[in-house]
């Protein structure tokens, strides 16, 4: 069963940094290719919105409020992707989600997985 493994979420000040590691994990990891990877995030009472995604072979793209102050990347050969958070803002507090779009060398094809979110708290 393949699952993805979060990190790096905490708390810091307004101004501060942070980064995220999310890692495509499993017993035995199957074949697959990764079509694209993702951040998206949830404040209370708000829905799931995209901040960045960055394809397998590394086109990224951001949400407009984030450009300029996040970084995605991935490292296909650990088969994990960053986020880069610099100069966070009390509005970026929220349940980070990882998302990984892969396309499986067997009968599964593609399929999108859900990490179970990682918590970004900036506060002073």
């Known amino acids: 069963q393949v699952h993805l493994v979060e990190s790096g979420g905490g708390s810091v000040q307004p101004g501060g940094s942070l980064t995220l590691s999310c890692t495509i994990s499993?017993?035995?990891?199957?074949?697959?290719?990764?079509?694209?990877m993702g951040w998206y995030r949830q404040a209370p009472g708000k829905q799931r919105d995209l901040v960045a995604t960055?394809?397998?072979?590394?086109?990224?793209n951001y949400e407009d409020s984030v450009k300029g102050r996040f970084t995605i990347s991935i490292d296909n050969a650990k088969n994990t992707v960053y986020l880069r958070m610099k100069s966070l803002k009390t509005e970026d507090t929220a349940v980070y989600y990882c998302n990984a779009g892969l396309e499986y060398s067997d009968e599964r094809g593609f399929v999108e997985h859900w990490g179970q979110g990682t918590v970004v708290n900036v506060s002073p």
């Open positions: 499993a017993t035995i990891l199957p074949s697959f290719m990764i079509h694209i």
């Open positions: 960055i394809t397998g072979n590394g086109i990224p």
